[in-house]
């Protein structure tokens, strides 16, 4: 298993794919994290990385987006290292980290670090609240918006720029049926628009609605990775199927 390269590929072209993990590692303190990871992703879409808490799947996001560098192994996003593809992406982690500013100056900080012209902003700000359902909230305090609004001004705030890839670390992690309804919105519209999603999470049912292929990690290792028909119709991995089945694994 080690020295397989998974597959799932539906053709897409995408300046950042394939993404090539090769034979990928981490270690921490001696504790083997990410164990002899394979695969190659060709397509666009919504990648979801699931397993039940421990896995590895935040750890492996991170690798993926650069802010930990591997212990071992090969990892390119289609041409480019690790490095200079970060400039293409953006993250999300489970706690929204937002400026002390309102909903409008959260997105137009980052306008301003990257020197977008003043004359752009406010199209690209009125774009990026649409698409995060809080049009009519940019005057409001940033910190007094609902958990599932600030998630979703979190992720607005990181696709502002149009990057390539959007990285998201189980997004809706203690939020009601309601802000994850509103949450998934947003992810699917992010996707349709043209960026490639990564997204850690443990629930399954969530899994369901928005993969369009699956990672199934476990103790560190990629056991399975499959279309999502594919995976949630007959995984072929054993501990797959028992986790699907809502049995604990680990």
Known sequence: MADEVKTVDTTDEHPLLPLVARRLQFAIDGRQI??????????????????PNGAGKSVMLRLLHGLLRPTGGELHWGELSVARARGQQAMVSQQPVLLRRTVTGNLRHVLN?????????????EAALQQAGLDGLGPRAARTLSGGQQQRLAIAR???????????????????PAAVRGVEEMVRAVAAAGTKILMTTHDIAQARRLA??????????????????????????PLAARFLAGELVG
């Open 34 to 51: 990410i164990r002899d990871v394979s695969f190659r992703i060709e397509s666009s879409g919504r990648t979801v990385i699931l397993g």
């Open 113 to 125: 670090v990257k020197g977008i012209a003043k004359e752009r902003h406010q199209a690209m700000v």
């Open 158 to 176: 990181a696709c502002v720029l149009r990057p390539e890839v959007l990285l998201l670390d189980e997004p809706t992690a203690n939020l009601d």
């Open 212 to 237: 369009d292929d699956v990672m199934f990690l476990n103790q560190g290792r990629l056991l399975e990775h499959a279309s999502a028909q594919a995976f949630f119709e007959s995984p072929q991995d």
